[in-house]
């Protein structure tokens, strides 16, 4: 199975502010500038929408065959120590996602569009194939990234990154070999708008 079958997967919800003051205090005008979750998605069924992966929507050329994959995001339980407990805990956001080929064979263009609770947005971005066969034969590390825009305010962007492992199962939460929490851990993190930029709009 070609890797890009199976990309993201993983979802772990946590949202922080930021930290940024003396002594590791946070200001409190740095309060709430940024929110980060942390999730799993997992790869699901679905038919493809007419015309969603069009080139001229999403900027490149999509595969001609399973170019289009839909992903549920689920929050997850960790230890104290940052451990993954449960990876399936709760239905959190959504992303349809366009894949297309690059001039490398390890790499492909990547756009999505993201509702993650009353938030929509759009992503483009690359995924990198990292390995092949590892740790087992018929596993597949991969790493993507988006850059997130198309927010409403008070948000102005973000970012969203994987650490990703695919299987010889496509779809779904189990891993072919057994035993691995695929597709992917996602970080989000979504950037607000500085209330200095919010206070000056706001004066005649």
Not at 102 to 115: G, L, P, S, V
């Amino acid at each position: 199975m070609n890797w890009h079958m199976c990309l993201l997967g993983a979802a772990v919800v946590a949202s922080l502010g930021t930290s940024g003051g003396s002594a590791g205090q946070p200001r409190d005008t740095d309060r709430g500038r940024e929110e980060i979750f942390i999730l799993r998605s997992v790869r699901e069924p679905a038919a493809a929408h007419a015309g969603f992966c069009a080139a001229e929507r999403i900027g490149f050329a999509p595969f001609t065959h399973d170019a289009e994959r839909l992903f549920s995001f689920w929050s997850v339980r960790a230890d104290r120590a940052g451990r993954v407990l449960n990876g399936h805990r709760r239905r959190v956001a959504t992303l349809r996602g366009c894949f297309g080929a690059t001039d490398q064979a390890a790499r492909q263009y990547f756009h999505a569009d993201i509702e993650l609770g009353q938030l929509a947005m759009k992503g483009r971005g690359e995924c990198q194939a990292l390995l092949l066969d590892n740790p087992e034969k018929g596993l597949f590390p991969v790493h993507c990234h988006l850059i997130l825009s198309g927010l409403r305010a008070p948000y102005v962007g973000g970012t969203l990154t994987t650490n990703t492992i695919t299987s010889r199962a496509p779809l779904g939460s189990n891993s072919d070999p057994p035993g691995y929490m695929q597709a992917s851990i996602a970080t989000i993190r979504l950037w607000k708008q500085s209330p200095t930029v919010l206070r000056d709009e706001r004066r005649p």
